[in-house]
């Protein structure tokens, strides 16, 4: 993967940290602790995986010194890892990233949408994956599909058969002459033209990463 400019070498303190927190090894690119740490530095969860194998795999001698020093010493690692928090100000990040030009379109992803708190776009792409699964005569709340990824996202059910509709006129293949006004059209819209087009294999092996950050 190619460099990330925002990466800091000191950063293999955190993923290391984040390496051997139990179950101990390489983590999901989307679990909720990978992705969170991405939100913290700014940095996308595809790139600190990458530098998690690396981690793990101890490819320089920057690496394996790293290991030498804080892989069996738990609360050294902590400290430094504390120490390293106090100096990236810990929730002051508009101060340590000043000047710093950040990129905020992996962030967009996993934070509220404004018509609705309750809906992240990445709940809206894995509602969309189940939307090609399903037929609309099954777009209902009470399909077992829909009840399972409710319990997975904690949300209603009927707020995803409410996406669902959405995603019915987003659909050219519906036809759906009407109009909608509906707050969720726009988000929906995005979500449609990002992932509904292209390679028909991306947007479910997308999704199945995705639900990672829900376990």
């Known amino acids: 993967m190619a460099k990330n400019n925002l990466w800091n070498d000191e950063y293999w303190l955190l993923l290391m940290q984040l390496y051997l927190k139990k179950p101990e090894g390489v983590k999901a690119t989307y679990s909720r602790s990978m992705v969170d740490l991405a939100l913290e530095l700014h940095i996308e969860p595809q790139f600190l995986y990458s530098q998690m194998l690396r981690l793990r795999s101890i490819d320089t001698p920057r690496l394996q010194h790293l290991w030498q020093t804080y892989g069996m010493q738990?609360?050294?690692l902590s400290r430094g890892v504390k120490l390293l928090r106090q100096k990236m100000g810990f929730g002051s990040a508009e101060t340590f990233y000043e000047g710093v030009e950040v990129n905020e379109g992996f962030e967009l992803m996993f934070k509220p949408i404004e018509q609705d708190e309750r809906l992240k776009p990445i709940m809206l792409v894995l509602i969309l994956d189940l939307?090609?699964?399903?037929?609309?005569?099954?777009?209902?709340?009470?399909?077992?599909?829909?009840?399972?990824?409710?319990?997975?996202?904690?949300i209603p059910s009927s707020l995803i058969v409410d996406v669902m509709d959405v995603f019915q006129f987003c659909d050219?293949?519906?036809?759906?002459?009407?109009?909608m006004i509906h707050p969720l059209l726009i988000p929906c819209q995005d979500v449609w033209q990002k992932y509904a087009n292209?390679?028909?294999?991306?947007?479910?092996?997308?999704?199945a990463q995705l639900k990672d950050y829900f376990k």
């Open 172 to 179: 050219p293949y519906l036809n759906r002459a009407d109009m």
């Open 74 to 76: 738990p609360r050294k």
């Open 198 to 207: 292209g390679n028909e294999n991306k947007l479910p092996a997308l999704a």
């Open 131 to 154: 939307y090609f699964r399903l037929t609309p005569i099954t777009m209902v709340a009470e399909t077992p599909e829909i009840q399972d990824l409710s319990r997975l996202m904690k």
